[in-house]
T-cell receptor
Framework: GAVVSQHPSWVICKSGTSVKIECRSL??????MFWYRQFPKQSLMLMATSNEGSKATYEQGVEKDKFLINHASLTLSTLTVTSAHPEDSSFYIC??????????????FGPGTRLTVL | AQRVTQPEKLLSVFKGAPVELKCNYS??????LFWYVQYSRQRLQLLLRHISRESIKGFTADLNKGETSFHLKKPFAQEEDSAMYYCALDTGTASKLTFGTGTRLQVTL
């Protein structure tokens, strides 16, 4: 199957700083990528849909100025957590959508990035 | 709004016993349902989807629109089936997925 990578796999930062997380589709082009957030022992919650060459679409309750998404190429989307605070500490997971013509489009998931804000 | 419910947080079964992981959904349209699996220290991966009517690793799931359910079943559990299982719903809007809270399957000897 297709491979999606995330970098970094974990990051610790001080409160007030910004952190950038990269999501790459390694062997396919993805016009659409998704960013999820997962709290401990909870499900994945979709934060936003990242579209190549256009603005991201954010889910209700997700602050777009807080979580900046850039999808500058067909293989890379970035999520920047701006002015991070301890409550932003979480596991962030991205997925890339591989379109298979007329059949269903499948999402391939990255391994996740654990963010800890001190 | 759409919703996916997985009532069991943990399901513990003996090796060789049948497994049924429950999933119910609420959505007024025609949904596409999926099961994703996450093995220990691995990323989330697609297990199966209802439109393909396939059996993967011995697992099957049938979409029951009357009961709005998509339960995952396997006749004989194996140790390697131990993992976290998520049911997910795609309403067809830009391929966005709504996930259930997940069920941890623990297969013991």
């Amino acid at each position: 199957g297709a491979v999606v990578s995330q970098h970094p796999s974990w990051v610790i930062c001080k409160s007030g700083t910004s952190v950038k997380i990269e999501c790459r589709s390694l062997d396919f082009q993805a016009t659409t990528m998704f960013w999820y957030r997962q709290f401990p022992k909870q499900s994945l919650m979709l934060m936003a849909t990242s579209n190549e060459g256009s603005k991201a679409t954010y889910e209700q309750g997700v602050e777009k100025d807080k979580f900046l998404i850039n999808h500058a190429s067909l293989t890379l989307s970035t999520l920047t957590v701006t002015s991070a605070h301890p409550e932003d500490s979480s596991f962030y997971i991205c997925s890339a959508l591989q379109r298979e013509g007329s059949s269903y489009n499948e999402q391939f998931f990255g391994p996740g990035t654990r963010l800890t804000v001190l | 709004a759409q919703r996916v419910t997985q009532p069991e947080k943990l399901l513990s079964v003996f090796k060789g016993a049948p497994v049924e992981l429950k999933c119910n959904y609420s959505y007024s349209g025609s949904p596409e349902l999926f099961w994703y699996v996450q093995y220990s220290r691995q990323r989330l991966q697609l297990l199966l989807r209802h439109i393909s009517r396939e059996s993967i690793k011995g697992f099957t799931a049938d979409l029951n629109k009357g009961e709005t359910s998509f339960h995952l079943k396997k006749p004989f559990a194996q140790e390697e089936d131990s993992a976290m299982y998520y049911c997910a719903l795609d309403t067809g809007t830009a391929s966005k997925l709504t996930f259930g809270t997940g069920t941890r399957l623990q297969v013991t000897l």
